[in-house]
C-alpha cells in the first residue's frame, strides 16, 4: 500500500506535466511514467490511488506531503462564504474576496479550483487513453472497473466548474499539442456529457460495498452524484430515479441507533457519525450511511497531514484565547473561526447574544442537541480556579467581534491530546451519504411539482433527527434548503446547492444582510482565472458577467 500511495503522487506529477507528445515519448526504463506504469492491472492501481488522492486534495491548504497546493486557508470555505449560513469576519485574506463580494479573476482561489479540476480531469483521461491501449489484465473486468473510476472523477470534476464558473472548455483526452486556442464549451453539453460518465460509472463500478475497499467508489456513489448532476440539468424525473436506486439497493440504511466508538458514552445517533473512526462502512462502527468517504485517518500511510484538511478551524470558535479555557480535544482541538454561523439558523437559545432568534430546529431536533451545536461552553483552565468549570456567556461581541465563542458545529470538532495545536482533521470525511440521497430525492419531487411525496421524503431524515413530520402544504424548496442546513451544514458546498435550486441571489438577500444589497445573477459564478484568458490567445476567451 505504501509503494501505491508513493508511486500515485509521483505520478500525479508526471501526469501534470503530460500534454508535452515529446514528453511522453520519452522512453524511461527507470522512473515511473504513464507508458511504463499504465502495463498491468497493478499500475492502474497506482493512478486509481493518484485519482483519489486529487480528489481529497481539493481540501488541501499548503501542499504538505505532495498533495495539491492551494496556498491559503482551506479553499472549502470560499464555497461557504457569501452564501445563507455563515460570516465571514476578519479571517483569512484569502477568503475575504468571497465573503464580500470583490472577487477579480486572479484572486488566488478563483486559480486554484480550475487548476485543480483540470489536474483531476487530465488524470482521468490519462487513465483513460491508456486502458484502452492495455492488454494486460488480471482480470476480464479489470479495464471497465478503471474506466469507470476515470470517468467518475473526471465527471466529479466538471461538476465544480460548471457550478463555480458555467460554461468551461470540455477535454476527454490526451492533448498531445499545446493548445492556446481553448473555447468556452456550453454548460448544458458539459452536463451531458457528466451525466454520460456517470451512467458508464453506474454500470460498471462494484455494486457490493461491502466488497471493496474503504474509500473506494461504488456504483452507489456514482448513481448519487447522478442524481445530483440530473437535477442541475433539470431532467427531475431522471434525478429521482437515480437517487431511489440508492436508496432501494438494499445496501444502504440511516443509522438511527447508537454505533461506534462510543456509543455507551453520552451523545446520540447524529454525533455519532462524526466521530473519528465512525465514518466508514467496514470495521466496527459498520456506518451503513455513508456512500463515499474521503479517507484522511490519523496516522496510517497515506492518511491526512496538518495541510489537508481544515474544517474544524473553520467552524469552532477561538475560544482558547479567552481566559478560562485552553486547548482541548474535548472542545474541538484548535479553532479559528473563519466560518461563523449565523444567528438566523442556529438560534440564539441559552446565549447571552442580542435578539431572541428562534433559530430552524423544532423541539426534540437531536441535531440541536449540545452533542451537535455546542451552546454551552465551560471554563477548563485547572489554572483559573475562580472560573474552571462555570458556564462562559456568548454574548453579541464573543459572537460576531472576537469570534471567540459562539453555537459551534460539533460534526468538525476534532483533537488529539498528544498534539493539540494539529491544524489539519486526521477524520476521514463522509463525502455522500444516504441522508442527503433522501433530500436530493425530495428535490426531484419538487421539480415535478409533487411535494407530497417531496415531504415524504424529508421526512424520513427528521424521523431519523426526532423532528416533527413536515406537512406536504409545507413542503417548498426553502424548507427543504433549510433541512439541508439541519442535516448537512458544513458538509455540503452550500454556494453550489444555492446555484442548483436557482435560489442563491434569494437566500442570499434574505439572509446575509452584509452583501444583500449588493449581490446579483452575476455573483452566482465567479469569474474565469485571468491567467488562463491571457493565455488563451488563439480563440476568444469571454470571461462571465460582472467580472
Known amino acids: 500500500m505504501k509503494n501505491i500511495i508513493n508511486a500515485s503522487l509521483a505520478l500525479i506529477i508526471i501526469i501534470a506535466l503530460g500534454g508535452c507528445k515529446k514528453f511522453l ?58 452564501t445563507d449560513i455563515a460570516d465571514v469576519i476578519n479571517s483569512d485574506a484569502s477568503l475575504m474576496a468571497f465573503a464580500n463580494l470583490t472577487l477579480t479573476p486572479t484572486e488566488r482561489f478563483v486559480g486554484t479550483y480550475w487548476n485543480w479540476a483540470y489536474s483531476l480531469i487530465s488524470s482521468a483521461n490519462l487513465m483513460l487513453v491508456y486502458s484502452d491501449q492495455n492488454t494486460t489484465w488480471d482480470s476480464p473486468s479489470d479495464k471497465v472497473r ?6 467518475f472523477f473526471r465527471a466529479y470534476a466538471y461538476r465544480t466548474l460548471v457550478y463555480l464558473y458555467g460554461d468551461v472548455p470540455y477535454v476527454e483526452t490526451i492533448l498531445y499539442d499545446f493548445q492556446l486556442n481553448f473555447t468556452r464549451t456550453p454548460k448544458a453539453e458539459v452536463i451531458g456529457h457528466m451525466v454520460d460518465d456517470l451512467k458508464f460509472a453506474v454500470q460498471n463500478l462494484p455494486s457490493n460495498p461491502d466488497q471493496v475497499k474503504d474509500g473506494k467508489v461504488t456504483k452507489w456513489a456514482a448513481s448519487h452524484l447522478l442524481s445530483e448532476v440530473q437535477l442541475l440539468q433539470g431532467d427531475y424525473a431522471a434525478a429521482e430515479q437515480a437517487a431511489l436506486a440508492v436508496i432501494n439497493s438494499g445496501y444502504y440504511n440511516l443509522m438511527k441507533t447508537r454505533f461506534g466508538v462510543s456509543k455507551d458514552k453520552p451523545g446520540d445517533v447524529f454525533s455519532d457519525m462524526f466521530l473519528e473512526n465512525n465514518q466508514n462502512r467496514l470495521g466496527s462502527a459498520a456506518n451503513k450511511e455513508s456512500l463515499w468517504v474521503l479517507q484522511f485517518q490519523f496516522n ?17 470558535p477561538n475560544y482558547s484565547s479567552i481566559t478560562g479555557f485552553v486547548l482541548a480535544d474535548t472542545l474541538g482541538g484548535r479553532g479559528l473561526a ?61 459572537w460576531f467581534t472576537t469570534k471567540t465563542l459562539f453555537p459551534a458545529v460539533t460534526k468538525f470538532f476534532y483533537g488529539r491530546p498528544e498534539n493539540l495545536s494539529l491544524t489539519g482533521s486526521y477524520k476521514d470525511r463522509m463525502k455522500f451519504r444516504l441522508a442527503e440521497t433522501y433530500l436530493l430525492l425530495a428535490e426531484a ?17 427528521r424521523r431519523r433527527a426526532g423532528a416533527t413530520d413536515v406537512a406536504a402544504a409545507n413542503m417548498n424548496m426553502d424548507f427543504l434548503l433549510d433541512e439541508r442546513i439541519r442535516e448537512l451544514v458544513g458538509e455540503e458546498s452550500r454556494r453550489f446547492t444555492l446555484v442548483r435550486t436557482k435560489k442563491y441571489v434569494d437566500r442570499v438577500k434574505q439572509y446575509n444582510p452584509a452583501i444583500a444589497v449588493k449581490v446579483n445573477e452575476n455573483y452566482a459564478l465567479w469569474p474565469i482565472p485571468q491567467s488562463i484568458r491571457d493565455a488563451n490567445t488563439g480563440a476568444p476567451f469571454p470571461q462571465n458577467p460582472g467580472y
Open 25 to 82: 515519448e520519452e522512453d524511461l526504463k527507470n522512473q515511473l511514467a504513464p507508458t511504463n506504469t499504465y502495463t498491468s492491472t497493478y499500475g492502474f492501481e497506482v493512478g486509481s490511488a493518484g485519482l483519489y488522492a486529487l480528489a481529497r486534495s481539493e481540501y488541501n491548504t499548503y501542499g504538505e506531503g505532495g498533495a495539491y497546493i492551494h496556498n491559503g486557508a482551506a479553499p472549502y470555505e470560499a464555497l461557504q462564504a457569501a
Open 146 to 151: 478503471f474506466q469507470a473510476e476515470a470517468r
Open 300 to 316: 496510517v500511510v497515506g492518511g491526512g497531514t496538518n495541510s489537508d484538511d481544515w474544517t474544524r478551524r473553520a467552524w469552532i
Open 338 to 398: 473563519q466560518l461563523v454561523p449565523m444567528k438566523w439558523w442556529t438560534g440564539t437559545a441559552r446565549t447571552n447574544a442580542s435578539g431572541n432568534v428562534p433559530g430552524i430546529f423544532t423541539a426534540n431536533d437531536i441535531r440541536n442537541s449540545n452533542f451537535n451545536i455546542k451552546r454551552d461552553w465551560y471554563y477548563n483552565n485547572p489554572n483559573e480556579s475562580s472560573l474552571v468549570g462555570k458556564k462562559a456567556p456568548i454574548t453579541e461581541q464573543t
Open 445 to 461: 419531487y419538487l421539480g415535478q411539482n409533487n411535494p407530497a411525496k417531496a415531504a415524504d421524503a424529508v421526512n424520513e431524515v
